[in-house]
């Protein structure tokens, strides 16, 4: 597992090649078992193939990808069963997908570009449901990505001792 989280990266292009029923199947299996909140499991996921729909999600400014991705997952989350936490239990499934779909070869990318209007009237979403965020998933193609790039050379990965401190708030450095 540890090995996934290590070598997944954001993918922002994708061969057109679909992805096997079964393979879909076992990654929306993980996003079925993650922990939430009270076990609410305030989730729903639109598993969006439409050329014309993801077309339509690619217009959003960073989001130009979705075309070429054969799936787009939409993960919404019931405000109305979870208003605290929906939107945490619907990331940590949407990463329980990234991280299971890394470990089968495939390249997913996270997409927060959207318009939440949009999307619900395209995919007739309820009142109830907020959109949470999407998620591209494909078989990668080897292309330079610029915005991968740009973005990992402008904000590099912060170092632990950064985000880390012990039994107080404070940038308490990592020692033995
Ligand atoms: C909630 C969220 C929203 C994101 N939205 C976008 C997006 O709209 N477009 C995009 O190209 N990447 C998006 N990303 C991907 C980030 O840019 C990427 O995770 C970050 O630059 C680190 O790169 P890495 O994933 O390759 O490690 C998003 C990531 C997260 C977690």
């Given at each position: 597992m540890f090995e996934a989280v290590q070598i997944r990266r954001s993918i922002r292009a994708y061969k057109p090649t679909p992805i096997p029923k079964e393979t879909l199947e076992k990654i929306?299996?993980?996003?079925?078992?993650?922990?939430?909140?009270?076990?609410?499991?305030?989730?729903?996921f639109i598993v969006v193939t439409n050329p014309e729909k993801r077309a339509t999600l690619a217009k959003a400014p960073f989001a130009k990808f979705l075309k070429k991705a054969p799936v787009v997952i939409v993960g919404c989350g019931d405000q109305k069963a979870s208003p605290k936490w929906f939107m945490v239990d619907v990331a940590i499934a949407m990463q329980n997908m990234v991280l299971t779909a890394t470990s089968m070869g495939l390249g997913t990318c996270w997409v927060g570009s959207f318009d939440e209007e949009k999307v619900r009237g395209m995919l007739k979403i309820p009142e109830r449901y907020r959109v949470v965020a999407l998620l591209a998933l494909g078989y990668p193609q080897r292309k330079i990505d610029i915005q991968g790039k740009i973005l990992h050379l402008v904000r590099r990965r912060r170092k632990l001792e950064t985000m880390v401190s012990f039994e107080e708030f404070g940038f308490a450095l990592l020692s033995g």
């Open positions: 929306l299996e993980a996003a079925r078992l993650a922990p939430s909140a009270g076990n609410v499991q305030p989730w729903h």
